[in-house]
């Protein structure tokens, strides 16, 4: 019987095992296999780390690992779906106090969407977050029990004199009547 170490060694030339009668160890296989192709041994060897939230021992494949920056090449404390939960929760808490914030997002999303009427018609973003946050507070907007952005001339772009919170009803129906006249506008001159 030849030893493991020498089959090491020569495992590229060696095809003594294949007519062995006697199974192979999984130490032997993935000698062999790490001497011929260190990147397959490297994914049989699987490695395996603790969840911070859930407590349990996952593959190093469930957790997100950083591609840049001072933890290049490291992976993350939660698992991602205890991740995906945490940053849920987390935003839900961020915009319960800043929701000024989420408004600024969809505006910046509305004026940015390539399909979107907003770039067509090429309604512009010029409203900062502090902006909002002062619309917010001079409009009252956390009293109201959907409040929603508007812009006061409709052709007119996102901008700190053209912008006021309101309630997302009134929105909706100002919206509404607008078209309305468009409408009407456009089957008089017919």
Sequence with gaps: MVKISDKILSADRD??????TQ???RFEILNRISVSNRNVA?????????CYKCKKEKS???FR?????????RYGSYCHK????????????YYKEYP????????ISRCCWRKGNYRKHKIKDYITTENLKFLWFRDKAYLMKHPSIDRIDEKGHYALENCRYIELSENIGRSNSMRGRVIKQYRSQK
Excluded: A
Aim: glycine residues 4%.
């Design 60 to 62: 190093l494949t469930e």
């Design 100 to 107: 000024w914030r989420r408004t600024h997002k969809y505006i």
């Design 15 to 20: 095809t003594d095992f294949l007519l062995s």
């Design 42 to 50: 490297f994914l049989l060897e699987v490695e395996m780390k603790t």
């Design 82 to 93: 205890c991740r995906k939960e945490y940053r849920k929760e987390y935003m839900k808490r």
């Design 65 to 73: 690992q950083f591609k840049s920056g001072v933890n290049k090449g």
């Design 23 to 25: 199974p192979q160890s």
